[in-house]
């Protein structure tokens, strides 16, 4: 029942592009560096050659812990948005942004473009970026610390690929149960538009067995900077599965097969629940692909990790 494609790579994002290669990038286990592999396969990603494209800072900002890359073709240009911590404080996540002209993101010069600045400075995480309507908004996590520890999720429309041109606005804060377990966290955003919807998914609680994932949605021609726009669902869409043995499913990114005849969930999950120590420094979290399917009212469905559609 395994459906891993990378082995102790955690946050995966998959991006299809035209050229007809899949593009992979994740969180390495020492947190140091950003590191991109393509295949023409989601199977051939396992054994594709990873690139490093970047490296932390040996000092200062983005000198701390790297989480959760994801790339982005907009403009004909590709970018990196990442998070950093600082050398002096690892935890103290910021969101960042490199750029590269070349044609293949596995060559050519990726250049910093800097840290995306959010209305407040504290701790954030996790952005991507989608486009509707004409407008390119941005999708992160970020701590308030006038609601106490743990964070939200935030919106706002882009002027270009790493500035904000709207203030941001809070569409998820962690006020189910189940997204309260070890920590107060949502996170990990990631954006399926279909059917005249804009979903987004999100992953919440700790790193343990009890990361789980969660959906909003809005219609496509809503006011997206406005928070009554968007829908929660009740409690989680995609949890641990004791059957299959996959535990913390999230902190997902949605791609296709190579025809687009079927839609590909990619995650992370564990292949155990006990863990010894911090979850975050338990390297195997594994990346792992499945299909999934749509329901009658036009939301998705995603089954449960490791089955196979």
Same mark, same amino acid.
């Given at each position: 029942?395994s459906?891993?494609i990378?082995?102790?790579r ?8 035209t ?26 990603l ?11 800072? *040996?000092?200062g900002?983005?000198?701390?812990l /790297? #989480? %959760?890359? @994801? ?9 990196? &948005? ?15 942004v ?32 989608? *486009? ?6 941005? /999708? #992160? %996590?970020? @701590? ?7 964070t939200?999720? &935030? ?8 500035t904000?041109?709207s ?8 006020d ?48 997206l ?6 829908i ?11 059957e ?7 902190h ?11 839609d590909?969930?990619?995650y992370?999950?564990?292949p155990?629940?006990?863990?010894d120590?911090e ?9 792992r ?21």
């Amino acid at each position: 029942m395994s459906n891993i494609i990378v082995e102790q790579r955690a946050d995966p994002w998959v991006y299809l592009h035209t050229d007809g290669y899949y593009y992979f990038t994740a969180s390495v286990p020492e947190y140091d560096r950003i590191e991109l592999r393509r295949s023409s396969s989601l199977e051939g990603l396992k054994d594709a050659e990873p690139v490093d494209i970047w490296l932390k800072h *040996e000092s200062g900002v983005m000198g701390g812990l /790297v #989480w %959760a890359p @994801e790339l982005h073709y907009i403009d004909n240009k590709w970018y990196v &948005y990442f998070a950093a911590g600082h050398s002096d404080a690892i935890f103290a996540q910021r969101i960042y942004v490199l750029e590269n002209a070349s044609a293949n993101p596995l060559q050519g010069e990726w250049v910093e473009k800097g840290q995306v600045t959010t209305d407040w400075e504290s701790f954030s995480l996790d952005a991507t970026t989608f *486009e509707t309507g004409g407008n390119r908004y941005l /999708v #992160w %996590a970020q @701590e308030d610390a006038s609601m106490g520890r743990g964070t939200n999720l &935030y919106i706002a429309q882009m002027s270009n690929p790493w500035t904000l041109q709207s203030k941001q606005v809070l569409i998820v804060k962690p006020d189910q149960p189940w997204e309260r377990i070890g920590h107060n966290v949502v996170e990990g955003p990631a954006v399926l538009q279909r059917n005249g919807k804009i979903f987004i998914t999100y992953s919440a609680s700790a790193t343990d067995h009890n990361y789980a994932m969660g959906i909003i949605s809005a219609d496509a021609s809503s006011d997206l900077l406005h928070p009554d726009s968007w829908i929660k669902a009740e409690g989680p869409v995609f949890r641990s599965h004791e059957e299959t043995q996959q535990y913390g499913p999230g902190h997902n990114s949605f791609t296709t097969t190579l025809d687009g005849s079927k839609d590909i969930l990619i995650y992370h999950a564990r292949p155990y629940k006990e863990i010894d120590g911090e979850p975050l420094f338990d390297p195997n979290r594994h990346a792992r692909a499945q299909a999934f399917t749509w329901n009658a009212d036009g939301t998705p469905y995603f089954g449960y990790p490791g089955k196979f559609i």
